[in-house]
């Protein structure tokens, strides 16, 4: 009589707290070391490739594990030593014990790997950086949380609910993090609470700020889960005299059980409604819920790329799709015949427009719709465009679109990504399209000390 087939269980070749002599071979997308054990992956907070370490195993699970380093054998010549460690353990900047040039490499390396993966021969160039990789983002968002009896800003310890209370966010501009100190010191002053999302009592859900670098001007904005806030009054008196840069002050209100930070409703407490920066000589009005770039720095230069690429003539009709609040739009309307930008986001097109208006354009239409739907619509309307801009979500584009893009046959397409897999992936079916890559493939580091990096390429209908 035959056997039954067993199933042979796969032991881990460690146990918890064993503790083991590693290479660190590699960094994962969350920024942490990898080790492996007779072939079975350790992750290990504040590791880097190159170092020889001994860990202590913290975590055994069916197919990997975590480990903590327990003692330093042989550190990464691209370590830097952080006065203050919380920029790694929240999570607010997993790369920023790597030097900053072995962080633009290693970006370099992830997009040259990802169109290795996908069996494309492109050239990546090396990762276009900043002169000062600290204190970018013009924007934040910042959860508070009862600590001790009062209400404290902060961020979450990587993978929990548990509030770090912290004054500097190192990645964040100086005007910002001034903005959600001195908002945190006012409420915390006139003891009003933050939201408990357990029993939903409390206030204050978090504090945002946001910042125009070009112009100065900042926004306050107070994330609130019910509409009644009886201390308002004080709380914009005593911002008013600390914050002299702010010229605008908004309670946000969102009073829905989710993890989404922000509301749709808004109600001005103070000041303008909007605040106004300039990005490549255009000006934006950007409201409490507007989506604006984080980095202008970067964004200039990202932008810039993505234009000269282009190779632009008057004659020429280009579309922008996923165009947000038009800034590659509105970007290129000087140097073309006509821009038609395509947006989901209904609140996003109401700023396109206004932002066109603010700035004399009247060759920019915008429209609300899904963008693979409306180049469809467009398709088979006979419309053409000589020049496609996309600059997708993550998830990159849908086969929907590059059909799209299939019927239209515009001569150039500039794709700007946010995520580098779906790119090289979407670079693929655009070659069966009829298209082939121009040029390298550009890496540009939008968000200095994460993972992250944006790529932009150009594509033209093959000869």
């Known amino acids: 009589m035959a056997k039954a087939n067993r199933v042979i269980k796969q032991k881990a070749p460690v146990a918890k707290n064993d503790q083991v002599e590693a290479s660190i071979i590699d960094l994962t997308y969350q920024g942490m070391g990898v080790a492996k054990v007779e072939g079975y992956p350790l992750f290990v907070a504040n590791a880097l490739p190159g170092e020889e370490v001994i860990l202590t195993v913290t975590k055994v699970l069916k197919n990997y594990g975590f480990a903590r380093i327990q003692k330093m054998v042989k550190p990464s010549p691209d370590r830097v030593e952080l006065k203050d460690k919380l920029a790694l353990t929240t999570g607010i900047a997993p790369m920023a014990n790597l030097s900053y040039p072995a962080?633009?490499?290693?970006?370099?390396?992830?997009?040259?790997?990802?169109?290795?993966?996908?069996?494309?021969?492109?050239?990546?160039?090396?990762?276009?950086?900043?002169?000062?990789?600290?204190?970018?983002?013009n924007k934040a968002q910042i959860p508070a949380q009862m600590v001790n009896g009062r209400l404290e800003t902060g961020f979450y310890r990587r993978g929990s609910h548990k509030l770090i209370p912290t004054d500097s966010f190192y990645i964040q501009d100086e005007n910002v993090d001034e903005a959600i100190r001195a908002t945190r010191d006012v409420l915390q002053e006139l003891g009003v609470t933050a939201y408990d999302e357990e029993t939903g009592k409390g206030l204050v859900r978090h504090v945002m700020a946001r910042y125009g670098k070009a112009t100065g001007q900042l926004m306050v904005v107070i994330?609130?889960?019910?509409?009644?806030?009886?201390?308002?009054?004080?709380?914009?008196?005593?911002?008013?005299?600390?914050?002299?840069?702010?010229?605008?002050?908004?309670?946000?209100?969102?009073?829905?059980?989710?993890?989404?930070?922000?509301?749709?409703?808004?109600?001005?407490?103070?000041?303008?409604?909007?605040?106004?920066?300039?990005?490549l000589g255009k000006a934006y009005l950007i409201g409490p819920n507007s989506f604006y770039q984080v980095n202008p720095v970067t964004t200039a230069k990202l932008y810039s790329l993505a234009k000269d690429m282009a190779d632009l003539k008057p004659t020429d009709t280009v579309i922008d799709a996923y165009c947000g609040i038009g800034t590659i739009a509105l970007t290129v309307a000087d140097h073309v015949k006509k821009v038609l930008g395509v947006e989901v986001v209904e609140p996003a097109i109401e700023d396109a427009k206004k932002n066109a208006k603010l700035n004399g354009i009247w060759n920019a239409d915008f429209v609300v719709a899904d963008a693979p739907e409306q180049m469809h619509k467009w398709a088979s309307e006979g419309k053409t465009a000589d020049v496609v801009f996309v600059d997708p979500p993550r998830k990159g584009l849908t086969h929907d679109f590059i059909e799209a893009v299939g019927v239209m046959k515009p001569d150039r397409l500039v794709y700007v990504s946010c995520n580098p897999a779906t790119l090289a992936r979407d670079v693929k079916d655009l070659l069966e399209q009829g298209y082939e890559v121009d040029g390298r493939v550009q890496p540009v580091d939008q968000f200095p000390q994460t993972m992250h990096v944006e790529a932009v390429v150009k594509l033209v209908r093959a000869k």
């Open 103 to 137: 962080q633009l490499a290693w970006k370099q390396r992830q997009v040259r790997e990802l169109f290795k993966k996908a069996q494309l021969k492109v050239s990546v160039a090396q990762t276009i950086g900043m002169e000062d990789p600290t204190h970018y983002r």
């Open 223 to 279: 994330v609130t889960a019910k509409e009644r806030f009886p201390q308002k009054e004080a709380v914009m008196t005593a911002l008013r005299e600390r914050l002299p840069k702010m010229v605008s002050l908004v309670q946000n209100v969102n009073k829905a059980k989710t993890n989404v930070i922000m509301g749709q409703e808004n109600h001005l407490i103070w000041g303008h409604p909007e605040i106004e920066d300039q990005l």
